[in-house]
C-alpha cells in the first residue's frame, strides 16, 4: 500500500520561507511525476508544481521565482521550497504522485499559514 507523507508545513511570516517533504513509502518503483497542490478555504485544489521522473517541471503562475521543486528519486521523497511567502500562499499542501501505470496517490496534506 502506497502512502505519501508530508512534513514540513506551519506558521510563518510573510516574506518567510517554509520547506516542505514528502516521502512515500509502500513503493518500489519510481514515480512518474510527484508534485505539490495546494487548496484554500472555498477554493478549488490548484497545482503548485510537479516534477516528472527526468527532472522536468511545471510551476503555477503563483509560484515561479519564489517556490523551488526538487525530487530525491532514491528516496521517493519530494519537497517543495517556499520563499517570499505571502497571505495568500496559506493553505493545506497537499502531496500528489503517478505511479507507473499513472495511479494517482495523494497525501493527507500539511497546513501552510502565512501571517501579514
Known amino acids: 500500500q502506497v502512502q505519501l507523507v508530508e512534513s514540513g508545513g506551519g506558521l510563518v511570516q510573510a516574506g518567510g520561507s517554509l520547506r516542505l517533504s514528502c516521502a512515500a513509502s509502500?513503493?518500489?518503483?519510481?514515480?512518474?511525476?510527484m508534485g505539490w497542490y495546494r487548496q484554500a478555504p472555498g477554493k478549488q485544489r490548484e497545482l503548485v508544481a510537479h516534477?516528472?521522473?527526468?527532472?522536468?517541471?511545471n510551476y503555477a503562475d503563483s509560484a515561479k521565482g519564489r517556490f523551488t521543486i526538487s525530487r530525491d528519486n532514491a528516496k521517493n521523497t519530494v519537497y517543495l521550497q517556499m520563499n517570499s511567502l505571502k497571505p495568500e500562499d496559506t493553505a493545506v499542501y497537499y502531496c500528489?504522485?503517478?505511479?507507473?501505470?499513472?495511479?494517482?496517490?495523494w497525501g493527507q496534506g500539511t497546513q501552510v499559514t502565512v501571517s501579514s
Open positions: 500528489n504522485a503517478y505511479g507507473t501505470n499513472w495511479e494517482n496517490y
Open positions: 509502500g513503493s518500489t518503483f519510481r514515480f512518474n511525476v
Open positions: 516534477m516528472s521522473s527526468d527532472g522536468s517541471t
